[in-house]
């Protein structure tokens, strides 16, 4: 099992961060917290979160504005939770970025559902596929698993990001560089070694022989390349 979706929920009611914690990690999720609008900015710009559940009636801004700002940042899905149930509400939110909006009170299982719905329609808009299959390897970017004939595969979070952008990517030679500060950021740029580490173990948990690997294939001097996924190679 690869490291849970992360959701940054924004909501300054701790009764509804709380009903929302509880619910999320119960679906295996890894959630994250924001109680304000600059909060939640911040939390987008550092943390990296996979999508974003968002009240709009927020102390300090107002939702749409919160809305504006990440979307400056990030294409991270959105999806809306709030009270305002106004079509004006709704239609600004939307046409701001937002990729869903649901009115208090929802129900849970709907709530799962627009998230799973909006994580998945973020990598289509992206082109990418929502899952990776090649030789006993099953890569789901949408519920953030990986399986190897069908068994769980446990990774750091790390190792997962890694494996993710590779997994984007697969097909394609993607540099040393660009795989440091997608996944590590700026300051790791120019630091081939720390990458070469987490290849290393990466191997060691998905490759038959780690020695021999026929997934993640090295370009000497320039960095890996994610073999292609099983359907693209059949077309």
């Known amino acids: 099992m690869s490291r849970e979706a992360r959701i940054l929920i ?25 109680e304000s609008g600059a909060d939640a900015i911040k939390g987008v710009r550092t943390e990296r979160p996979d999508a974003v559940v968002l009240d709009l009636g927020l102390p300090d801004m107002d939702g749409a504005d919160v809305i504006r700002a990440i979307r400056g940042l990030s294409a991270v899905p959105i999806v809306v939770v709030t009270v305002r149930a106004g079509e004006r509400d709704k239609v600004e939110a939307l046409d701001l ?47 953030r698993q990986v399986t190897r004939h069908g068994k769980p595969v446990h990774l750091s979070p790390k190792e997962y990001d890694l494996l993710s952008y590779l997994v984007r990517h697969a097909g394609k030679v993607v540099t040393h560089g660009q795989l440091l500060r997608e996944v590590w950021g700026e300051p790791y740029g120019e630091e081939v070694q720390y990458l070469r580490v987490y290849v290393r173990q990466l191997r060691h948990k998905l490759e038959a022989d780690p020695a021999q690997p026929h997934f993640i294939l090295t370009e000497p001097g320039v960095g890996y390349r994610m073999t292609e996924d099983e359907s693209e190679r059949r077309a």
Do not use: C, W
């Open 10 to 34: 924004v909501d300054d009611e701790p009764a509804i961060r709380r009903l929302l914690r509880t619910s999320l990690k119960s679906h295996d999720y890894e959630v994250l917290e924001a």
């Open 97 to 143: 970025g937002a990729d869903d909006y649901v009115t208090k009170p929802f129900g849970m299982n709907e709530l799962l559902a627009r998230l799973r719905t909006a994580l998945r329609h973020r990598l289509q808009a992206e082109g990418t596929p929502s899952a990776y299959h090649n030789e006993g390897l099953g890569v789901d970017l949408v519920r």
